[in-house]
């Protein structure tokens, strides 16, 4: 992999090196020249926040039941006040916002991912699956399609997360946006900012990891706890008693992060929140001054720390849903009927799907790799002895007959060691490789790996 290959390298040096500044991001002075107006802090990226509340809101709406006009609203936007559905206050937990349009009037559309998606069925692309998903899951009881066995909240949900946040931080603003003539730093952002172009652009790409400003100061669990709205004082970083949810919460993978993290084995989440605070201060020491080629070319090295990781946070997350969707069909083989244990099954199979579709859009091209994982994952579950298998010409799933519940497992342990193989993840929940002593034999010698 492009991204391991050159992150392994640099993972070292830049915990040596730590933050330099402060394990905080922000503030940051203003430095565009001739800037005459009255900020005093740089930081901005109230638009990428926005659309964190936009996710976190349409996978509550979805399984809430909402109708399409809703899920479209907190999908493409509206100019009306749209709820905040998730996180809201509660006695132990307060947030500052509401109306999601308080924090930026912004949608999700406009930033998903262009390419085509070949793991999901019907060659879409990346927005037009997840507005296939969209309409698919009003269309159903709170998003779960029991028929074919997709819970399009978890689909929705986390293929979002790589489609849009992992998407456009990786394959723009800390990619395209770091060369010298895209956004330069002696210039502003867009006319009338008080931000220059690299300070706006990795701040951008910072809102799209989803750490709270504050984060690095925190243990694992802490930053863990702030997501699921346990912990209001570590969040409450300035002691005004609400979470500000610009500055102070936890999302999306930066959440993800601090799940592994606090297993103890990896350091995911302080390593891409400094390496974000690292490469701020790299852009504010240049004062306002277009960046030196040596400059630019130490925040392409923590760009590439961050994206690498990153991706291993994805792998990571395709690591633990296989091994939850492998427990769940051996549950199932003694529990056919169990409908409890279908409806978990078809949500962990959600969640794996979103992710390993979200390897797909980062701008690397995974070639053979990302043909072995959607393969092994499938279009489908497996629901009543078949699955999806694709779409008709009318945007009907069919599905093919006889799908075999033991070989689907043995594609979810392929699936664990492909991850270990070609990612190296080390946190690797739900583990299911370590209990099976005959393991070469039961992967086999081939590759197994075909959508049947």
Not at 272 to 283: H, M
Request: charged letters at 25%; a negative charge; glycine letters at 12%.
């Amino acid at each position: 992999m492009k991204y391991l290959t050159c992150g392994t390298i640099l993972i070292t040096s830049i915990l040596a090196n730590a933050a330099f500044a402060s394990d905080v991001y922000g503030p940051y002075p203003v430095t565009l020249k001739g800037y005459d107006g009255d900020a005093t802090n740089s930081v901005s990226y109230s638009g990428q926040v926005g659309r964190q509340l936009l996710h976190n809101s349409l996978k509550k709406a979805i399984g809430n039941g909402a109708p399409m006009n809703e899920l479209k609203a907190y999908f493409a936007g509206s100019d009306s006040a749209l709820p905040l559905l998730d996180p809201v206050s509660s006695a132990d937990f307060k947030v500052d916002v509401t109306n999601i349009n308080d924090v930026s009037k912004t949608n999700l559309a406009g930033k998903a991912y262009g390419g085509v998606i070949n793991g999901w069925p019907g060659g879409l692309t990346g927005k037009e699956v997840l507005v296939s998903m969209i309409e698919r899951a009003a269309q159903v009881d709170g998003g779960y399609d029991a028929k074919h066995g997709y819970d399009y909240a978890q689909l929705v949900s986390k293929f979002t997360m790589g489609a849009v946040f992992y998407h456009q931080a990786c394959d723009n603003y800390l990619d395209e946006k770091l060369e010298a003539d895209n956004k330069p730093n002696n210039k502003p952002y867009k006319e009338g900012a008080f931000y220059t172009g690299k300070e706006h652009s990795w701040d951008e790409g910072f809102g799209y990891w989803g750490a709270a400003a504050h984060g690095a100061t925190l243990s694992a669990r802490q930053n863990y706890d702030i997501a699921k709205k346990k912990d209001m004082t570590s969040a409450d970083a300035n002691g005004d008693g609400v979470v500000n949810l610009k500055s102070e919460m936890n999302y999306a993978h930066a959440y993800y992060a601090s799940a592994y993290d606090k297993g103890g084995v990896t350091d995911y989440y302080n390593t891409i929140t400094k390496a974000f605070i690292d490469g701020r201060q790299i852009i504010t020491d240049a004062n306002g001054e277009a960046l030196s080629e040596s400059a630019r070319s130490d925040l392409k090295s923590k760009a590439r720390v961050i994206c690498s990781n990153w991706e291993k946070v994805i792998a990571e997350s395709v690591f633990k849903y296989a091994g939850s969707v492998y427990g769940s069909l051996e549950a199932l083989k003694e529990n056919p009927g169990d409908e409890a244990l279908k409806r978990k099954y078809a949500k962990y199979w959600g969640e794996l799907k979103g992710f390993a579709l979200s390897l797909h859009t980062s701008g690397q091209n995974l070639g053979e790799l990302g043909t072995r994982i959607d393969r092994l994952v499938g279009f489908g579950p497996v629901v009543n002895g078949s699955k999806v298998t694709g779409v008709d010409a009318g945007g009907n799933y069919f599905e093919m007959g006889e799908a075999n519940v033991d070989k689907e497992m043995v594609h979810m342990l392929k699936l664990q060691k492909l991850m270990e193989d070609e990612f190296s993840v080390t946190a690797k929940n739900n583990d299911k490789l370590a209990g099976i002593s005959n393991l070469s034999e039961v992967l086999g010698s081939g590759d197994s790996a075909e959508n049947d």
